[in-house]
């Protein structure tokens, strides 16, 4: 015989594992959220999550992320391997408890988290379980073993497959989603890629790399020695700092490990991304409040002492000092507690002691050192200040407007007659004689036209008064019905589909994101809540013995083209904007809902600060950050599904 195979007993123990790894089959949404796109990225994430707990303990140093041909995935870290040895409660080899016993506490069934050097492996049970099959190797003290598994179930005991030198370690996992299981099975490069540059990111010193053996020459590779601080500069990259410093704070407090790094803009916009054991914490929590809180205290006792604040001011506000700010809040503690709706919320009150102490102290320390960046830092969020002072007495003014006059809906809007607001839909529509035919092509009943004359205001690159001055931004805001910021309420929504109506070339590409834009930073549950629509109006108009054709795509055309035959009795007419249409064809080609395609504008799968990102990028002023986006993102100019 040549490979020794670890004796195992299979009895009762192993029944009861298999009940527990059905219950994943017959439930997958409960351990890994869905089973969509996002479900199946999940699979990779878990398997890496692994890897980067081993970094976290100290034995780690390199993780590599294959995607074969067949949409199978290989994860491999040169770690210390998992243990081959005989669990004594299970009877197993260690690394077959990790595969095959679901662990207390994935992520979507409540309980606890794993962090570094506690519970690793905790995942890796459920991707076994939907994988059609799944292969893991372990390098440990000269010698490889191997062990396959098929849904869930072992193939064959862990056997040893041949040797190595001494001192490699490291654990190779290959597996495979169960396409009974996943709506879709095909990997996303992208995807896979900004998540393991986020990884990265908050792993100071890992190197991460992914390759894509579907595509030649795609291959990534991430290290980031800076951690946070280089996530910090690479989010400001198409901004321009007021300050060459990333400020950096770290410290253990009460079990908690806390890194902080920030540094200001000259945007007018806050981006501020916290993390708890690597996980992203979009709803904020505990851990939030405490940098928020650390900060705000911080800067009004260094503007009061440093005589920049003057006594008859009032205090600097939290989101004064927060105007242009990146920062990310990354902590690791033992046993989050994750609170609110969506469990996205910290819950722990010793995150916020230990952000709120380790921030203060150490920025405090920093503002005694660096009085320059300090001074500059306090004199934009004076500034920041006297702003919203302003633009406070502006909406004040709109407000008792209103209140007086009831709800005046701006003079533009042809509005529709339904009142119910899930039957209602509203044409946002680049210029005034495209909006005159989509006016006289509606239906009426459900149909409501807002024309925009151009461009609109570019919210990345003004202040709140001059963008509540904004006559089309304040069209818009009066017709959503809903308000914004603090007074938005989406149960006002006046319509269900905000449909963006713009040309289809690189001008009228350019308006929707600035639409999209405002959306976004001003009423982001709008897209969140998937209210917010692009309208595709047709590219080529084809006709042939009377007989018409519409295409929607340069690919489209020539599969019409096909069809009908390339000969001169063609006629195609290129549309080179929404005006060349009369009103007859945009309602037949853009408005008939039982003809047109919408699409819906999500974001689904994007990280938050990469969707940030990309609105700074394609808004913001700086040139070269935007060509080479647009030439790295060709997808995203192509279809914006942001
Ligand atoms: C490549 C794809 C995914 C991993 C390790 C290393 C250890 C480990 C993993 O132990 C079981 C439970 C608590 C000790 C730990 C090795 C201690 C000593 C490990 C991975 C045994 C889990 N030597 N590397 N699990 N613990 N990488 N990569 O999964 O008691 S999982």
């Known amino acids: 015989m040549g490979n020794t195979n670890v004796e195992t007993e299979y009895g009762g123990d192993q029944i009861q594992i298999l009940e527990g790894l059905e219950a994943v089959r017959k439930r997958p949404g409960m351990y890994i959220g869905s089973t969509s796109s996002t479900g199946l990225h999940h699979l990779v994430y878990e398997i890496v999550d692994n890897s980067i707990d081993e970094a976290l ?9 294959t995607i074969h041909e067949d949409n199978s995935i290989t994860v491999v870290d040169n770690g210390r391997g998992i243990p081959v040895g005989i669990n004594h409660k299970a009877g197993l080899p260690a690394v077959e408890v990790v595969f095959t016993v679901l662990h207390a506490g994935g992520k979507f069934g409540g309980g606890g988290y794993k962090v570094s050097g506690g519970l690793h ?3 890796a049970s459920v991707v076994n379980a939907l994988s059609t099959w799944l292969e893991v190797e372990v390098c440990r003290e000269g010698k490889i073993y191997k062990q396959r598994y098929e849904r869930g179930k072992v193939c064959y005991p862990l056997k040893e497959i041949g040797t190595c030198d001494e001192g490699q370690t490291g654990t190779k996992v290959t597996f495979s989603p169960d396409p009974e299981i996943f709506e879709d099975t095909v990997y996303d490069y992208d995807t896979l890629r900004t998540r393991l540059r ?9 190197r991460i790399s992914l390759k894509d053996e579907r595509e030649e020459n795609r291959e990534v ?4 020695e800076g951690g946070i601080k280089e996530f910090v500069t690479y989010l400001n990259k198409g901004k321009t700092p007021l300050y060459e410093d990333v400020l950096y704070f770290e410290g253990t407090k ?4 806390v890194e902080v790094a920030i540094q200001h803009n000259d945007s007018f916009n806050e981006s501020t991304y916290s993390f708890v054991n690597n996980i992203t914490t979009p709803e904020g929590g505990t851990h939030l409040a405490g940098f928020r809180n650390a900060l705000t205290k911080t800067f009004n006792d260094y503007a009061r002492t440093s005589k920049l604040l003057k006594e008859s001011e009032a205090n600097l506000s939290g989101e004064d000092i927060r105007e242009g700010l990146t920062a990310i809040v990354s902590i690791k503690i033992e046993d989050p507690q994750f609170e609110g709706q969506t469990k996205q919320k910290l819950g722990n009150s010793e995150a916020r002691l230990a952000v709120d102490s380790i921030v203060s102290e150490q920025l405090t320390y920093y503002l005694e050192q660096n009085p320059t960046i300090a001074k500059i830092i306090c004199e934009k969020s004076i500034l920041a200040q006297r702003a919203r002072e302003a633009a406070r007495k502006a909406r004040d003014l709109t407000r008792r407007k209103t209140a007086l006059e009831g709800m005046a809906l701006p003079g533009k809007l042809a509005d529709c007659s339904d009142k119910n607001p899930e039957n209602c839909e509203i044409y946002i529509v680049e210029g005034d004689s495209a909006g005159g035919s989509a006016k006289t092509a509606r239906s009426r009943a459900t149909q409501a036209i807002l024309p925009l004359r151009g461009k609109i205001l570019n919210v990345e690159k003004a202040r709140l008064d001059k963008i509540y001055a904004n006559a089309e931004i304040k069209a818009m805001i009066t017709a959503f019905g809903t308000g914004i910021h603090d007074d938005f309420d989406i149960s006002k929504l006046r319509y269900h589909k905000i449909i963006l109506m713009t040309d289809a070339d690189v001008d009228g590409a350019h308006i929707s994101t600035l639409l999209l834009t405002f959306i ?7 897209i969140k809540q998937g209210h917010v629509y692009l309208a595709t109006p047709p590219l080529y108009k084809l006709e042939k013995n009377k007989k018409i054709w519409y295409a929607y795509s340069d690919e489209e055309l020539s599969d019409i083209l096909a ?8 006629k195609i007419q290129r549309y080179k904007g929404l005006g060349e249409m009369d009103a007859e064809q945009l309602w037949e080609t853009t408005m008939d809902p039982e003809r047109r395609i919408l699409k819906r504008v999500t974001m689904e799968g994007e990280s938050e600060s990469e969707t940030d990102l990309t609105f700074t990028i394609l808004m913001g002023d700086k040139v070269e950050p935007r060509r080479e986006f647009i030439e790295e993102n060709a997808r995203y ?4 599904d942001i």
Do not use: Q, W
Not at 563 to 569: K, T
């Open 57 to 65: 303990a100290g034995y780690c140093t390199d993780v590599d992320v």
């Open 121 to 123: 492996g905790v995942g």
């Open 254 to 257: 009460n079990g908690v490990y």
């Open 637 to 640: 100019v192509k279809n914006l």
């Open 563 to 570: 069809e009908v035959g390339r000969d001169s009795n063609n």
């Open 198 to 206: 986020e990884t990265a990111f908050l792993t100071k010193g890992i």
């Open 221 to 224: 590779s991430f290290h980031y």
């Open 520 to 526: 976004y930073r001003f009423m982001p549950e709008l």
